[in-house]
T-cell receptor, first 114, second 115 residues
């Protein structure tokens, strides 16, 4: 079974631009969660989608948004990029997010904002 | 709110020596606990998980962890480390509205192995 796929793996953008990251889940997984990882803040939860609906949301500004498609693939978008948005963005997928569910992570997208 | 504490930022052990990484959690209900490992520039790989039942859980790569409710701990252990175990280790608790779709992580412990 193929793992979680994230594209692109690396991105370089400048301040003020916007960026879209993609996550393709493991076959059969319907829950997709996004995390931001930085040296200073560690791993922080952004949001989670299930059946094309956002079910959980972390404490990030509205510049960070996401969506999920009917095939469970998810995208996250960051508008008006700031230098502090430079991070490794990880997505994790699971079956449905129940108490016995397990999150499996992709390799991440490394975003650098100049 | 739930939280996870990994008190050791960096640990150095000799190859072949035993290892214990500490994790303490704060969570009001029954915790669902995970250990993940991350190699430089990579995503997170699941080592093991605890949902219920036997408090000693076995994982991949020879790792095990013990859940102690009285101490709110979920420490990771390995009897003999290999150079390939050098990585960063994260403890996490599942805390979403519907289960484990949202993970709260500790700050991680970086493991260095010396020959």
């Amino acid at each position: 079974k193929a793992g979680v796929t994230q594209t692109p793996r690396y991105l370089i953008k400048t301040r003020g631009q916007q960026v879209t990251l993609s996550c393709s889940p493991i076959s059969g997984h319907r829950s997709v969660s996004w995390y931001q990882q930085t040296p200073g803040q560690g791993l922080q939860f952004l949001f989670e989608y299930f059946s094309e609906t956002q079910r959980n949301k972390g404490n990030f500004p509205g510049r960070f948004s996401g969506r999920q498609f009917s095939n469970s693939r998810s995208e996250m978008n960051v508008s008006t990029l700031e230098l502090g948005d430079s991070a490794l963005y990880l997505c994790a997928t699971g079956l449905a997010g129940g108490n016995t569910d397990t999150q499996y992570f992709g390799p991440g997208t490394r975003l650098t904002v100049l | 709110a739930q939280s996870v504490t990994q008190p050791d930022i960096h640990i150095t052990v000799s190859e072949g020596a035993s290892l214990e990484l500490r994790c303490n959690y704060s969570y009001g209900a029954t915790p669902y606990l995970f250990w993940y490992v991350q190699s430089p520039g990579q995503g997170l790989q699941l080592l093991l998980k605890y949902f219920s039942g036997d408090t000693l859980v076995q994982g991949i790569k020879g790792f095990e962890a013990e859940f102690k409710r009285s101490q709110s701990s979920f420490n990771l252990r390995k009897p003999s480390v290999h150079w390939s175990d050098a990585a960063e280790y994260f403890c996490a608790v599942g805390a979403g509205n519907f289960g484990n779709e949202k993970l709260t992580f500790g700050t991680g412990t970086r493991l260095t192995i010396i020959p």
